[in-house]
T-cell receptor, first 113, second 115 residues
Framework: GQQLNQSPQSMFIQEGEDVSMNCTSSSIFNTWLWYKQDPGEGPVLLIA?????ELTSNGRLTAQFGITRKDSFLNISASIPSDVGIYFC?????????????FGKGITLSVRP | ETGVTQTPRHLVMGMTNKKSLKCEQHLGHNAMYWYKQSAKKPLELMFV???????ENNSVPSRFSPECPNSSHLFLHLHTLQPEDSALYLC??????????????FGSGTRLTVV
């Protein structure tokens, strides 16, 4: 089946640092999404990308939809303690009336004050 | 508050119990989903409902039984579960169509522990 690869499983950074996360796949997706999950909560959508090559920002977050449609990255600049959480990438394909999401395993981000 | 509400937030049940998880969405979406999230694993899609009809069942054991009485409500009925069924169960909804897919909106989940 389709798989999205996110690695490493965990990242540790210092407050104020930038961090970049990558997500790759062997399949082509029409939409790439990045979610963040805080402890004890469900994933929350951070950024959605709909076009190959698209670069989108949301505050300190920037994400890009890869030209090949098989990858995406998320960049967090000037990290703060509340950036701690699990970051999931998800790819979405058009399959008729409903479009299924395929999720990566997630990257757990820790931010040292 | 995401617009998708799940209850209860925490549930501990014995292997012989019967319980239900509830999900309600206030977003006017037309599709709802159950996911299972276990430690160190990707999110596992369990069931998909579109316009109140089940359109997908990802080989989920029959001890999990979904119900979608209307487009705003989704239930997951549980009976004779196993300890390995302990996980975070997430409900999500979406308003997708073939021209412009949208991401899913998740609830906060129900943390289930089977003892």
């Amino acid at each position: 089946g389709q798989q999205l690869n996110q690695s490493p499983q965990s990242m540790f950074i210092q407050e104020g640092e930038d961090v970049s996360m990558n997500c790759t796949s062997s399949s082509i997706f029409n939409t790439w999404l990045w979610y963040k999950q805080d402890p004890g909560e469900g994933p929350v959508l951070l950024i959605a990308l709909y076009k190959a090559g698209e670069l989108t920002s949301n505050g300190r977050l920037t994400a890009q939809f890869g030209i090949t449609r098989k990858d995406s990255f998320l960049n967090i600049s000037a990290s703060i303690p509340s950036d701690v959480g699990i970051y999931f990438c998800a790819g979405q394909q058009l399959t008729g009336a409903n479009s299924k999401l395929t999720f990566g395993k997630g990257i757990t981000l820790s931010v040292r004050p | 508050e995401t617009g998708v509400t799940q209850t209860p937030r925490h549930l501990v049940m014995g292997m012989t119990n019967k319980k239900s998880l509830k999900c309600e969405q206030h977003l006017g979406h037309n599709a709802m989903y159950w996911y299972k999230q276990s430690a160190k694993k990707p999110l596992e899609l369990m069931f998909v409902y579109s316009l109140e009809e089940r359109v997908e069942n990802n080989s989920v054991p029959s001890r999990f039984s979904p119900e979608c009485p209307n487009s705003s409500h989704l239930f997951l009925h549980l009976h004779t579960l196993q300890p390995e069924d302990s996980a975070l169960y997430l409900c999500a909804s979406s308003q997708g169509n073939s021209r412009q897919p949208y991401g899913y909106t998740f609830g906060s989940g129900t943390r289930l522990t089977v003892v």
